[in-house]
């Protein structure tokens, strides 16, 4: 199994997480600007990250590769009720990326740039979490679904610390079981694993 993208976190990283989760030995293909440009007309898409496995199938968006780690892996709950709801809440949060990425990347100018940021901190990102927050607290406050981890939390958790290194490192703090859910994923002794030993990168010298 290959998983191609940059050498970066970004968009690769929630299936980094999935896999990491899940024991899978994997091909982590990083490409430097150049590399991708030579490759880009052969992706599906023309984005990255792409997933290559070994039967031949070819995959070229970010959330359509995790929601396939996680159930070919059986991260994405233990039936179809549990799956639904990982695809609800991971989707629900793509809407929260979105902005984010709206602000971060697509703003140019300063004043706007800022003003949205002030935004998404104020109330984008207390109104989710606090829906997020009730959601594990009525699950018994670990998982988001069942009684074990899924993709969603994995998913979830993996993107609440970019938000947290790019908007405000207490962005969570007002919400404990989304707190306890990310520390949990945190704790996963193969995620630690990961964490350990993955590459470093400064997010904020990529966006300023």
């Known amino acids: ?9 970004g968009r690769a990283e ?11 030995e994997y091909q982590d293909i990083r490409l430097s600007r150049e590399q991708w440009e030579n490759l880009k007309p052969s992706t599906p898409w023309g984005t990255i990250p792409v997933l290559e496995t070994d039967n031949g199938l070819t995959i070229g968006q970010s959330v359509s590769i995790s929601r396939y780690l996680a159930r070919k892996y059986n991260l994405a709950g233990s039936n179809e009720d549990e799956s639904a709801k990982c695809d609800e809440y991971v989707d629900a949060f793509n809407d929260i990326i979105q902005e984010w990425t709206g602000f971060i990347w697509g703003e140019k100018d300063a004043a706007k740039k800022e003003e949205k940021k002030q935004h998404f901190k104020s109330t984008s990102c207390p109104n989710f979490f606090s829906k997020l927050n009730k959601i594990l607290k009525d699950n018994g406050g670990s998982f988001l679904v069942g009684t074990k981890q899924s993709w969603a939390d994995l998913f979830i ?30 704790e996963n002794p193969p995620i630690k694993a990961w964490l350990e030993k993955r590459p470093p990168e400064d997010i904020m010298a990529l966006i300023n």
């Open 14 to 24: 929630p299936a980094r997480f999935i896999l990491a989760a899940a024991g899978v």
């Open 1 to 9: 199994m290959k998983l191609t993208y940059f050498d970066l976190r």
């Open 157 to 186: 958790a993996c993107v609440i610390e970019v938000l947290q290194i790019t908007v405000d490192p207490n962005l969570i703090d007002e919400h404990p079981d989304v707190m306890k859910m990310k520390e949990t994923v945190w």
